[in-house]
């Protein structure tokens, strides 16, 4: 028994000593150094830290000596030593990577025996980027993946800095996994280690970050910084004891044997009293008085209490820890919360502005169609209020001025288009001028740009700066005659119609300048001369690279295979010039008879579905990068979805503000279609996105509106062939619409109407 005893105290002694160990493990065959995290340190544990921190600087300097140094004593032992050869690629060698263009430098410690190839899949693992866009270089010159560090040169425990950017930065960028003000201390350390007497080796030792977090299972708190310190039973990984063959789990260590065994204590037994002719002193005895005995319940009830006491204290402090996780995730769900509130009004105050600043200066035909929308507004509200208000001639009369008011503010609007015209007119002949000049350019095969310049664009060069100098005021008269002489020698190189008028214009030009003409006096002349010199610009004949960006093919064949005769002005036009659909048929009006259409009658403003569709591609295309449906619709469309099918409001609260709609798919794991979508405002949608059943969160009444819905958009796209490819067939829209629409439904020029047989399907 007795040697059983020594047994078990020798196991706990191992056990504690074990336990006292540091968690810091060096390995000189794998160069290994596990750092604990900066919560999980031990107290003496901070102070290392800290004397790490204050002699970075310092331990950096010294790295590379120390490289050098080790490069330098390993060169020698492989002199004295051939024999070693077969051992050196298992060796190991510091790599430094930077990263370019970044400059991060990421060090590993990596065996001269593997290849680059090998290197590549370990940093690409890393930085969490594919292998095949890393290309790494060294000294600037690339490397083959098949070649070693051995055979790059490097040596058994060396260093070497190498180079590594990405084929495809803008889809995989190489940055590094950890922000370098994150690190505490480097990668990679040399470590001096001593192996025999006055015999000192340089280890390269990796340092390995764990990376989850401890959990905080005891140790204590510093008042000051906060920082928490666990004991090393948590921060230290268990080491397994060495097999001694003997079995600990047996019946006879955990069985408890009962023995009696007598005791004598050291002081005799029998005692001595003071007696006649015997005297003991009583300078070294103790009063002892009996205490409150204490039943086995009263013990157990002490304990209970002290364990109420500690369950408190622990449940409290368990309490406050939820509660504080709780009350930050409400602070971030506010602050996000009030996030996207302050993007919706900034969003809305630029919608506002933008629509303001298209009122008071207009430039474009989607401007003018805004002005002519609110025109015909306040023309409806007018005439509203004078039918409810008056009767008779003073009704006539209000509605004769309402009449003249209205024909005022057309004329002013017109005149603001003839301005914005007479604008814009500069602009497009730059535009078109610089096309035309422009040198035509390539990708090549190693992703460089290539340019080149032929002699029509030099020569479409050189008619451009001419007519830039010609239409300069603020030249003196020598310059305009300079350039006159100029011109004059440049069109008669051809001799035609055109350019005899240009011509003469010029000497009628230099004959009344001679005279001392006022520059005012010959403005009208200087821009016949300026028009007619364009109109030899864009002649084929005379420039031929500008005969690619002109509107109307010169080869007659084109002519006769893309030209269509509009119902309105009668007029051959291209097809370009008419509006098309989703369904790839050319609308019977050209675009200038639909806008005309739409100033004198409809008036209608299309901007806000041309910002419904665009949101929509944005979004999908953000979703799924193949998304086809949303780029074959056109404007059109758009406004037949949200006028017909979704009657222009909001499905969920009604809201009827067009610029505040958009559209979102109705099961958002399904691609967007027109048969699967909803119209909701901007506010309503972030909710929606979150459903994950639509048929158990919506009412069976909202779910049968918005299917009748789908069932209306899908019998009207089914007659398109190309949105008929991706028409899905479902059972329960095939059920509903036996229910619904007879024929389909047709835009008109006034309130659309829908023929239905339920009154009560919306």
Known sequence: MSEQRENEEQEVKEDEEEEEDTDINVELGGDTVEQPPEDDRE????????????????????VEEAETQVDLRHGAEQ???????????????????????????????????????????????????????LHISLDGRAVEEQQSLMELGVRPNGSTRMEMSS???SFHPLRPVRPPEQDNMPDVITVRVQTEED????????????????????????????????????????????????????????????????????????????????????????LVAPGNYITADQYHEERLRAVTVLQTFARRWLAQQEVDRVRK????????????????????EEQLKDRRQRWINPQRREDFNLLYHALEKWRCEEEQQINSSLRGAERKAALCSLLENETQLIAAIGHHRIAAQNNNYDKVVRTLLDKSAAPHQWRAADGRLLEKVSEHIIRARELRDLYHTLNLNSESREQRMEHLLTLKHTVKEHECQLTRDIVDLIDREVDLMSRQVKVASLQGLRKRISTLFLQFIKTPAFNPEVAKHLKVPQDPSQLKNDMFQCRGCQRYLQSSDFS????????????????????????????????????????????????????????????????????????????????NLVFVRWERRRAWSPWNCILLSKEETSAHLEVEDVHKAYETTFLRRIERNHMLARRHFSSIPVMAEHLEAEPAADALGSQLVSKPVTMATGKPTINTPLGSAR
């Open 580 to 659: 098309p659909t989703a369904g790839a048929r050319l609308s019977g009006r050209c675009r200038d008879c639909t806008g005309l259409d739409n100033i004198a009658r409809s008036r209608n403003d299309f901007s806000c579905y041309r910002n419904i569709l665009r949101r929509l591609r944005s979004d999908e295309l953000r979703l799924n990068q193949e998304a086809k449906i949303p780029f074959l619709l056109q404007v059109e469309d758009v406004r037949y979805l949200v006028e017909v099918v979704w009657a222009s409001r909001s499905s969920l609260h009604g809201s009827g503000d067009l610029y």
């Open 43 to 62: 107290p003496g544990w901070r102070g290392e830290e800290e004397q790490a921190d204050g002699t970075t600087s310092d331990v950096l300097e010294t």
């Open 167 to 169: 084929t495809d930065p």
């Open 79 to 133: 002199l004295r030593e051939p024999q070693r050869t077969e051992h050196v690629g298992n060796s190991t060698a510091t790599v430094k990577v930077v990263l370019v263009p970044e400059g991060h430098v990421m060090t590993v410690a990596f065996a001269i025996g593997l290849s680059i190839a090998q290197l590549k899949l370990h940093l690409a693992n890393e930085l969490r980027v594919p292998a095949d866009v």
């Open 329 to 348: 995730d409400r602070d971030r769900r506010l602050a996000w919360l009030e996030l996207q509130e302050r993007k919706r009004k900034e969003e809305k």
């Open 199 to 286: 015999m000192f080796r340089e280890v390269v030792v990796e340092i390995r970050r764990p990376p989850q977090q401890k959990a905080f299972l005891g140790g204590f708190k510093h008042r000051l910084t906060g920082a928490q310190y666990h004991h090393a039973a948590v921060q230290t990984l268990p080491k397994r004891r060495p097999d001694r063959g003997l079995v600990l789990l047996s019946r006879n260590t955990q069985t408890v044997e009962l023995k009696s065994e007598a005791q004598q204590c050291p002081v005799d037994a029998s005692t001595q009293m003071t007696g006649i002719g015997c005297y003991v002193s009583c300078v070294d005895d103790r």
